[in-house]
Nanobody, 120 residues
Framework: QVQLVESGGGLVQPGGSLRLSCSAS????????MGWYRQAPGKQRELVAV???????NYADSVKGRFTISRDNAKNVAYLQMNSLKPEDTAVYYC??????????????WGQGTQVTVSS
């Protein structure tokens, strides 16, 4: 059994900051990449940021310069530091991990999501 648990969401004013965390646990052999996606009401889920096992990162254009993704490989945790938040960043944020488990299978796993609301 593998779990991804997100934390750190909440309500913040425009211009504020939040830090999301994603912790992976269970029968994990290795984590190839970890990422954050978001889904706003009425919109499709979109990639926010992704980080590889070697710390290569990729960001959506809309968050470049404001968001920073990082990971702690020893703890199987990924973080998303979000600064200069805008109302359009409001969404449910989902953690995603591409992991190999004890069965040998390499596949994507999703967390249940955490709400981020940017509003005055």
């Amino acid at each position: 059994q593998v779990q991804l648990v997100e934390s750190g969401g909440g309500l913040v004013q425009p211009g504020g900051s939040l830090r999301l965390s994603c912790s992976a646990s269970g029968s994990i052999v290795s984590i190839e990449s970890m990422g954050w996606y978001r889904q706003a009401p009425g919109k499709q889920r979109e990639l926010v940021a992704v980080i590889s096992r070697g710390d290569n990162t990729n960001y959506a254009d809309s968050v470049k310069g404001r968001f920073t993704i990082s990971r702690d490989n020893a703890k199987n945790v990924a973080y998303l530091q979000m600064n200069s938040l805008k109302p359009e960043d409001t969404a449910v944020y989902y953690c995603n991990a591409y992991m190999r488990v004890l069965t040998g299978i390499l596949q994507f796993y999703w967390g249940q999501g955490t709400q981020v609301t940017v509003s005055s």
